[in-house]
């Protein structure tokens, strides 16, 4: 086929970002919403990121309850299951929404459409989803973990129509934790798990995931990594992994963002990071550069275009900032995650000038230490197939 004829039928993928409010975890009346004037088809959910008020910690289970919600309201409309839903969808939810942070969800829809004319000049987000295996608790935080997330990287690199890893400007990784039976399993048969520490456990497992991230996305050769890289060698990180635990699941799910050529999208996305806490300059720098929407004079444009911002938090392991010292290591009450996300998210606020934020703590080879990814997702028009 050539000239109109091979554009009538091209398939093309069309993605769709919805940002929903939520008075708490199992709150999904603004995606119902959504459904009912038709913005929404729940049939193409594909991915949802959410941001729950919970801890963030081991015994976070505002987590579990909002993936479980999920499940229970795509079941009746992917014709299967709620327990079948997490194997169709992908669910990630981060706890913690500290200091100004607001509680949402973050949905992608994404089905594909025979493109009758051009697609849009230039690249286009795309999505891409994957799963590894469960993992037995000793594999955790280990060359076992890491090889299975970059091999899911790749295959979700492959589900969003991605062809250079160049396009690829945020990976969302939802991993396991150790609890203490998990431990003692092992423990029962002569394994020896990376921690007996179920908190540690979490930064090793999202430590190895972000180095599986940065393996798959060629950041990193995969013979300087070894178990013990993780949480070891901070040289060794990824510009574009974003990593959360919970127990809410026994292997890594993966949500790959970028762009590609001839996406109907009406998104374009961008990445940068964070070198510090406080390091709004690049945020606003990719915002000038990547979309030529400066955050102060363009407030108002920004401010209907800007989807959200995805980013990592972590306090500085020097203790500093900038030459100053800070206390987030040391506090005893409240975790150093949770200081992070606060401050970073009160951060990216002042420049997104909202506070539905996609901030999730623990930053371990995501980014260098002290800093984290940060992605943007931002509509550039709305055309007809938007509307699902």
Not at 44 to 57: I, S
Not at 198 to 226: D, F, K, N, P, Q
Not at 328 to 338: G, P, Q, Y
Not at 362 to 386: F, K, N, Y
Request: include cysteine; aromatic fraction near 4%.
């Amino acid at each position: 086929m050539t000239g109109t004829a091979e554009a009538a039928g091209r398939r093309a993928q069309v993605v769709g970002v919805h940002r929903v409010s939520c008075r708490g975890p199992g709150d999904l009346s603004g995606v119902g919403t959504l459904v009912d004037t038709g913005e929404l088809d729940p049939r193409h959910v594909v991915a949802v990121m959410g941001k729950t008020e919970g801890n963030g910690c081991v015994n976070d289970h505002t987590r579990e309850y909002a993936a479980v919600s999920w499940c229970h309201f795509l079941a009746p409309y992917l014709g299967c299951t709620p327990a079948e839903v997490e194997s169709r969808v992908a669910l990630v939810m981060s706890g913690g929404t500290e200091g100004v942070l607001s509680p949402h969800f973050t949905v992608f829809t994404r089905r594909f459409a025979t493109a009758a004319d051009a697609p849009p000049a230039g690249k286009r987000l795309v999505v891409g989803v994957a799963h590894t295996r469960d993992f037995a608790p000793e594999e955790i935080g280990r060359v076992a973990q890491i090889d299975a997330t970059a091999e899911a990287v790749k295959a979700a690199m492959a589900d969003a129509g991605i062809v250079s890893a160049a396009d690829v400007h945020f990976v969302q990784v939802k991993c396991p934790l150790l609890t203490s039976a998990k431990v003692n399993d092992a423990l029962s048969r002569s394994a020896d798990p990376v921690t007996r520490d179920t908190y540690e456990s979490m930064g090793y497992s999202r430590g190895a995931s972000a180095l599986g991230v940065a393996v798959a996305t060629g950041e990193i050769a995969r013979e300087r990594v070894g178990d013990d890289s993780v949480l070891d060698d901070w040289s060794l990180w990824s510009a574009r992994a974003s990593v959360s635990a919970g127990i809410e699941l026994e292997g890594n799910v993966v949500i790959v963002l970028g762009e590609a050529q001839g996406s109907l999208s009406p998104y374009r996305m961008a990445h940068t990071l964070m070198r510090d806490a406080v390091d709004a300059a690049s945020v606003r720098a990719m915002l000038r550069e990547s979309f030529g929407l400066d955050p102060d004079r363009d407030a108002e444009a920004l401010g209907q275009r800007l989807v959200n911002l995805l980013a990592k938090a972590e306090a500085s392991p020097d203790g500093g900032v900038r030459g100053q010292r800070h206390t987030m290591l040391n506090d005893s009450d409240i975790n150093a995650t949770r200081h992070a996300r606060a401050a970073v998210g009160g951060v990216l606020a002042s420049v997104a000038g909202h506070t539905a934020l996609y901030v999730s703590g623990g930053a371990e080879h995501q980014g260098p230490p002290g800093g984290g990814p940060v992605a943007a997702i931002l509509r550039i028009d709305a055309p007809s197939l938007l509307r699902e």
